[in-house]
Structure formats: C-alpha cells, structure tokens
C-alpha cells in the first residue's frame, strides 16, 4: 500500500513528458508544413520579344494583326513592340534599333508600301536579315497585301497566312480576314514553341 502513492506520481510524470512530446511533434509539424516550399510549376516569366517592321500606311492592318496577337502575349508567349509604342522625347531611330536589335521575331509586314519604303527596306529588312541569317532573330514575312514579293530578299522564307492547299495568301485578298488573321495567329504560335524548345535545349 506504501507503494501506491509513488505509483500514481510515475503516472503523473509519463502523462506530462507524453504531453510534452505530443506539443513538441505538432509544432515540429506545423513548422515544417510552413517552410515546405512550393513546388508547383511556375509560368515562364520571359516573353518572346516581337517586333513589327511595317509601312505606315498599313497601321489598321497592324492593329488589326495586333488584336489577332493579343491572347500570344497575355499568356506571356510574346511582347509585341512596334515604333507607336516610342514615347515623347525619345529619339525614334534610336529606339527602333534597339528593339529590332533584341527582337526574337522580327514581323514583315508586306505590301507594295513597304516594298517602296527606302526605311523599311532598305535599313529595317537589312538589319532583320543580316540576324536572321545569324539566327539571332527569327524573320516571318506577313503578306499584307498583293504585291511582287516572291523575288525579294526574304522570298525564300515561309510566309503567313497559308490558305489551305494554297500556299501564302495576302490577307486583304481572303474572304474572311478574320481567318487570314487567325492563320497568322497560330503561325507565330508554332513558331514561338520552336523558339522556345531551341533555347531550352541550347
């Protein structure tokens, strides 16, 4: 009987170290449940850099392909650039070649104006060329319009749109230019993801 009381004491003191130990593994888990990282897959946090070369006089084409366009950047796939986008007080050839200079794609916006621009053609083209051929940049001639465009330096690459069983159509000459513009569309997609798998495995 003597025993008893020492009995209940040990009992007293396993129950607080059991308590102990239980306060001890949730704090230990909760702690590590908040420095888990997230391993969730992050989006690609750098865009494709697009710039369009292009005659002033077809800017509501422009506009109209930009809308086409827009889904491509905001998902991120592409950051468009064109000479609007200059601001006030900064020099505009300046601007220009440097985002020609950095572009991923470099967008030809064909038509008999740009063919007669000496700015497109002459300085714009050449430069989207001459790192084309470097493979810097990836040139991709929109036809825009009719016009005498196949003997030209860039005649040699695949242009857009591509009517079904057709090969590159103007956009002005489609019945439907929403087509034209979608055809476009999925064009610079495809494109883009080639882009992008050679620089990842690069």
């Known amino acids: 009987m003597s025993d008893a009381p020492k009995f209940d004491l040990r009992g007293a003191n396993i ?12 704090a230990h888990m909760q702690s590590s449940a908040k420095s888990t990282p997230d391993v969730s897959p992050s989006p690609k946090t750098e865009s494709l850099t697009l710039f369009y070369s292009y005659a002033h006089a077809d800017e509501t084409l422009r506009d109209e392909l930009d809308k086409h366009l827009k889904l491509l950047q905001r998902q991120g796939i592409i950051t468009a650039w064109h000479d609007r986008d200059i601001t006030a007080g900064t020099e505009w ?3 220009i070649d440097q985002n020609l200079n950095t572009a991923d794609i470099i967008l030809l916006l064909i038509s008999a104006n740009f063919l007669a621009s000496d700015y497109c053609y002459e300085t714009e083209l050449t430069r989207a060329l001459d790192r084309h051929t470097k493979g810097e940049a990836r040139i991709i001639p929109i036809i825009l319009k009719p016009c005498d465009w196949e003997s030209a330096p860039f005649g040699k690459l695949q242009a857009l749109p591509i009517a079904h069983g057709a090969g590159a159509k103007a956009v002005t000459t489609w019945n439907n230019q929403d087509e034209a513009f979608l055809a476009i569309a999925q064009g610079i997609r495809k494109a883009a993801e080639e882009i992008w798998q050679k620089k990842t495995s690069s």
């Open 93 to 95: 050839a300046t601007a």
């Open 15 to 26: 129950g607080n170290l059991a308590e102990t130990v239980q306060g001890n593994q949730i």
